[in-house]
């Protein structure tokens, strides 16, 4: 099985685990008996809530789960910062309940409006986050505060559509203030090391649905990754992903963690006519991806691959 030879499952949550309120189809059972396996850790770019509210939202929907086993962005950012102020230093909060939970357990002081000894000025989304707050950590930004953000994810899934993300969101102080943040989320190393010292693990899958965070945080951390095409990454994305973004697996979502990855294509043929990618094969549609990418990967090299060239492998995939 995909999970043999790994001791812990990375797991981004939108988009991967759960769409909003609803489970992603598939995930709870697959990852009902991967528990068994694996150990399971659950991380999110994803600031606004705390440990042990993710957890009882993963549990209700039938996904094993404790406060333990979930790793934030929040947290990542909140460590970043205690290893540069001083201990109980105030920190303003741009965000919600879980990015000033993970600032008091490292020890500092979290606050909501901006003075001349404001160290820090950490953002991260909230569903409440409002004109006040951020005009306050534009104005420590501009004081000197050193500016930190969860992630920089523009937009964010759920099951009414991508929304605007915490990257959206940062760019308000960053204009603001002409001043770019630091981030501690994927694809950045912070939160990767704070899964790690969390877990202990030694040969972890990062498991996630966003080029752009999930496999270039993998990439960025030299280890392993399976994208599921279950949140934001569409199949003409993985075609002409950039080699930092092109995952080591390829799933249509996580019941591909308890079979087989075959080794070799099966089923399918790609091929290149007048610069144009063509594809042929009667198998499963995912085992055609897969032969396309390797396809246009391998012609891409250190490069993408035009969009154009492309299209009639999409086409065969009616994607």
């Not at 969860?150 to 760019?171: I, K, Q, S, Y």
């Amino acid at each position: 099985m995909l999970i043999d030879g790994y001791d812990t499952l990375l797991l981004d949550l939108d988009g991967v685990v759960y769409l909003g309120r609803q489970a992603v189809p598939h995930a709870a059972e697959s990852l009902e008996r991967a528990a068994g396996r694996v150990r399971l850790a659950y991380v999110t770019n994803n600031a606004s809530r705390s440990p042990a509210a993710i957890a009882e939202h993963l549990t209700h929907l039938g996904v094993p789960a404790t406060a333990e086993d979930v790793v934030t962005s929040a947290q990542a950012a909140a460590r970043l910062i205690a290893e540069r102020v001083p201990p109980g230093a105030p920190v303003l909060v741009v965000g919600g309940t879980g990015l000033r939970m993970a600032v008091r357990a490292q020890g500092l002081h979290p606050v909501t409006a901006a003075a001349d000894e404001r160290l820090a000025v950490v953002q991260g989304i909230a569903p409440d986050l409002s004109y006040g707050l951020l005009s306050e950590g534009a104005l420590a930004v501009r004081r000197g505060a050193w500016f930190v953000a969860a992630n920089g994810d523009a937009t964010m899934p759920t099951a009414r559509g991508e929304l605007p993300g915490n990257g959206a969101m940062v760019r308000v102080i960053a204009a603001a203030t002409g001043v770019e943040p630091v981030y501690a989320g994927k694809p950045a190393p912070p939160l990767h090391r704070e899964s790690m010292i969390r877990t202990g693990s030694e040969r972890p899958l990062v498991v996630g649905d966003r080029l752009d965070t999930d496999i270039e945080g993998a990439t960025n951390a030299g280890v392993d990754s399976l994208l599921v095409l279950t949140g934001v990454a569409t199949p003409r994305d993985l075609l002409t992903a950039a080699p930092a973004h092109r995952p080591t697996y390829v799933a249509e979502d996580l019941s591909a963690l308890h079979r087989a990855y075959p080794e070799e294509r099966q089923g399918w043929r790609a091929g290149w006519s007048d610069g144009r990618l063509q594809l042929e094969g009667d198998g499963e549609w995912i085992e055609g991806l897969r032969t396309a990418c390797e396809a246009a990967w391998k012609a891409a090299g250190e490069g993408r691959m035009d969009e154009d060239a492309l299209k009639p492998a999409l086409e065969t995939l009616r994607v």
